[in-house]
């Protein structure tokens, strides 16, 4: 679901140069992702151990494939050469 509050960017200080741009959440939209997140918790709970791990993994094996695009972003953010 797409938020519907004011939009807003993140600008890098050393250069000026919009780095992305987001959307702020009203609060109607916090309350949505709370639900949300309390439906998802239910169906996680019912996981064993191994169907945890297994998507735990998963996401850690995304981040370390992209950790250097992760860094890229989190340094322009920072004004960082």
């Given at each position: 679901k797409?938020?519907?509050g004011p939009s807003f960017q993140s600008?890098?200080?050393a250069t000026?140069?919009?780095v992305w741009e987001g959307t702020n959440c009203?609060?109607?939209d916090v309350d949505q992702a709370v639900k949300s997140a309390q439906q998802a918790f239910k169906k996680w709970s019912l996981l064993s151990?191994?169907?945890r791990s297994y998507y735990l993994q998963a996401f850690k094996s995304i981040v370390?494939?992209?950790q250097d695009e992760l860094a890229e972003?989190?340094?322009k953010e920072n004004g960082k050469t």
């Open positions: 797409t938020a519907r600008v890098n200080p000026g140069d919009v009203t609060l109607e151990l191994n169907e370390i494939n992209r972003a989190i340094s």
